[in-house]
Nanobody, 119 residues
Framework: QVQLVESGGGLVQPGGSLRLSCAAS????????MGWYRQAPGKQRDLVAT???????NYADSVKGRFTISRDNAKRTVYLQMNNLKPEDTAVYYC?????????????WGQGTQVTVSS
């Protein structure tokens, strides 16, 4: 059974930083892209950043220059370093992985971690 477990969310003041982590575990044969998405109350889930298994990255315009996505393939972990956080970054952040498991190639989601930016 595949699991994605996120950590690192919390409450931070505007201008502060947080680092999110997401570790994949279970019967995994390979991981393609990994990414972070976020969903604010009453809004749809939006892409924040993605990273391919070769390190290619893509960012939402709203986070470019402030957030950095990275991954450790040996640890099956993806990170999101968030700097200069703004109140509009407040949301539940979800990890996503496009991977191959016993059931074949499937998208998996983590349970989400809350990020609140407030003074």
């Amino acid at each position: 059974q595949v699991q994605l477990v996120e950590s690192g969310g919390g409450l931070v003041q505007p201008g502060g930083s947080l680092r999110l982590s997401c570790a994949a575990s279970g019967s995994i044969y390979g991981i393609y892209a990994m990414g972070w998405y976020r969903q604010a109350p009453g809004k749809q889930r939006d892409l924040v950043a993605t990273i391919t298994n070769r390190g290619g990255t893509n960012y939402a315009d709203s986070v470019k220059g402030r957030f950095t996505i990275s991954r450790d393939n040996a640890k099956r972990t993806v990170y999101l370093q968030m700097n200069n956080l703004k109140p509009e970054d407040t949301a539940v952040y979800y990890c996503n992985a496009d991977l191959i498991a016993t059931m074949g190639r499937t998208d998996y989601w983590g349970q989400g971690t809350q990020v609140t930016v407030s003074s």
